[in-house]
C-alpha cells in the first residue's frame, strides 16, 4: 500500500527516545526507538510512552494509534542495566518505581482512541504486558510474545496476569505465565493473542490499514464502546447495563449519530467527525 507520511505530529515532541508520526490523516504511529537496547524499558521510555498516548489521545484528528518499535524488537521488557527499581528499595519506592511500567498498561487501556500493536519481533515480559493492554495486536512473522517473568523469579508486575486469562482464559494464561513459553509468530495468533500474522515488510501497512478502517467509525461510539468492553469482567450486569445506558445517551447526541442516520436514510456512506 502506498502511503504519504506526513511529518512528525506538530507538539509531540518528546524528551524520550519515542517517535511519533502520522501515517495517516486519522492514524498515528507510535515508536519505541531504543533499537541497540531492543527497545527495552528505562524510566525516560516508561515515561514518555504514557506521556505520548495522553497527548495523542487528546488529539481530535487521531482517531487510531499504531505502537510499535525500531530495528527487531516490539520491546523486550525491561533493560536490566538500567532499571527504574531495585530489591534493595523500600516498599513505597519499590511500589513507585513498579508504578513506571503499570502506568503504561493503565494508560492503554484507559484512552478513548483504540491501539493495535504491530509486534515486529521481540515482546517479553513488561514489553509482553504492552501489547497485551493494546485493543489488538498484528504480529510479523518474527513476532515473539512471552511472559517470561518466571525465568527470573518475577511474576507479571505490569498487568499481564490480569489481561491474559481475559484474552486467552485462564488455564492456557497460567501455561505461559507458569512455563515462560514464547509465541512465535503464527502461534501467536492460533493461541487468539493476534488478528492476523502477516510477513515483516508487510507489518506496518497491515496495521495501518487497520487503523485506517477504525478511524472511519464514529470515535465517540468507538471510545464509549472500548470503555465499556474493558470493564466488562470486572462489573456487575446491573452496573454494565447502567454504563451502557448512559454511554448510549452520549452517543445519541453527536453529530455523528445524527449522520449516521441521514446517511443511512439517503443510501450514502456516513463521514464521521468525531462531534
Not at 31 to 56: H, I
Not at 132 to 150: K, M, W
Not at 241 to 253: E, H, Y
Amino acid at each position: 500500500m502506498n502511503r504519504v507520511y506526513n511529518e512528525a505530529l506538530p507538539m509531540i515532541n518528546l524528551d524520550a527516545p519515542i517517535r511519533v508520526e502520522q501515517p495517516d490523516d486519522h492514524v498515528a504511529r507510535v515508536t519505541y526507538d531504543r533499537p541497540d537496547a531492543m527497545n527495552a524499558y528505562n524510566e525516560p521510555l516508561l515515561r514518555g510512552a504514557v506521556e505520548a498516548f495522553e497527548r495523542l489521545d487528546d488529539r481530535d484528528e487521531i482517531r487510531a494509534i499504531v505502537l510499535t518499535g525500531a530495528g527487531n524488537a516490539f520491546c523486550a521488557g525491561v533493560d536490566l542495566t538500567d532499571m527504574p527499581l531495585t530489591p534493595e528499595m523500600d516498599f513505597a519506592e519499590y511500589e513507585t518505581g513498579l508504578g513506571l511500567f503499570q502506568n503504561v498498561v493503565r494508560t492503554l487501556r484507559g484512552t478513548d482512541t483504540p491501539v493495535i500493536a504491530a509486534v515486529n519481533g521481540y515482546a517479553l515480559g513488561a514489553g509482553c504486558d504492552t501489547a497485551l493492554a493494546c485493543d489488538f495486536r498484528v504480529v510479523s512473522d518474527e513476532g515473539v510474545i512471552g511472559e517470561t517473568f518466571i525465568d527470573v523469579g518475577f511474576v507479571p508486575g505490569d498487568g499481564g496476569a490480569f489481561l491474559l486469562p481475559r484474552l486467552i482464559g485462564e488455564a492456557r494464561a497460567k501455561e505461559l505465565i507458569f512455563t515462560g513459553r514464547k509465541l512465535v509468530g503464527e502461534e501467536i495468533v492460533e493461541w487468539d493473542l493476534a488478528r492476523e500474522q502477516v510477513p515483516t515488510d508487510e507489518l506496518l501497512d497491515a496495521a495501518e490499514e487497520f487503523g485506517t478502517e477504525l478511524a472511519g467509525r464514529p470515535p465517540i461510539a468507538l471510545g464509549q464502546s472500548k470503555q465499556l468492553v474493558n470493564e466488562s469482567l470486572d462489573v456487575e450486569l446491573d452496573r454494565a447495563l447502567a454504563d451502557a445506558t448512559r454511554a448510549q445517551r452520549i452517543c445519541s447526541q453527536t453529530d455523528d449519530h445524527e449522520e449516521a442516520v441521514a446517511a443511512f436514510k439517503g443510501d450514502r456512506d456516513p463521514v464521521f467527525e468525531g462531534k
